[in-house]
């Protein structure tokens, strides 16, 4: 059975930092190209960051390029987020996204961890 | 910046056919792919590369594209059909995803 397992969300002041985890089982994540995907209270889904199986290639939204950070270890089976200089309108659940088979989109999808900027 | 474009909302009776579109001018050079998202729930891929159905997914769910407009199409639409519905596409570097704003599907 696939899963996609997040953590490291929380409560977080505007300025702080915080550092998401996805933890794959199931499929082959080292030939996965990987996301990250948010979506803020009653809002739509917004794309935020991909990197590709190997970690060669990396692409951001606007929005977060410059303060977050993408990143992948395939020996220990993990995605990362590394989340900087982070603002009230980051609020929302990040999701983790995979896809397994290149050109079938977003196929296996996280349950999503909350990140609340707060003071 | 790119954008996909649904109708904020749409509504249909069970055993009906619902009709989700989703346009944009990149659209006849990239691939469209859809999702479903029910309430509290993440989202599950219905339809890539604009009519490819994942193993899984009801054979009541299709795709189709036309120039700028793709669809997603519901026949004899269920109860538990009603979903938020987003469509996605790179755009046209491919150097990042796009999701349309979402449509909400009420099932009458």
Known sequence: ????VESGGGLVQPG???RLSCKPSGFTFS??????V???????????????HS???IFYADSVRGRFTISRDNTQNSLFLQMDSLRAEDTAIYYCAAT???GKGFDYWGQGTLVTVSS | SYELTQPPSVSVSPGQTARITCSADALPKQYAYWYQQKAGQAPVLVIYKDSE???GIPERFSGSSSGTTVTLTISGVQAEDEADYYC????SSSSYWVFGGGTKLTVL
Not at chain 1, 38 to 52: N, V
Not at chain 2, 88 to 91: F, L, R, V
């Open chain 1, 55 to 57: 970690g060669g290639a």
């Open chain 1, 16 to 18: 702080g930092s915080l």
């Open chain 1, 31 to 36: 030939n996965s190209q990987m996301n990250w």
């Open chain 2, 53 to 55: 159905r994942p193993s």
């Open chain 1, 1 to 4: 059975e696939v899963q996609l």
């Open chain 2, 88 to 91: 996605q596409s790179p755009d």
């Open chain 1, 100 to 102: 397994t088979v290149p």
């Open chain 1, 38 to 52: 948010r979506q803020a209270a009653g809002k739509g889904l917004e794309w935020i960051s991909y990197i590709s």
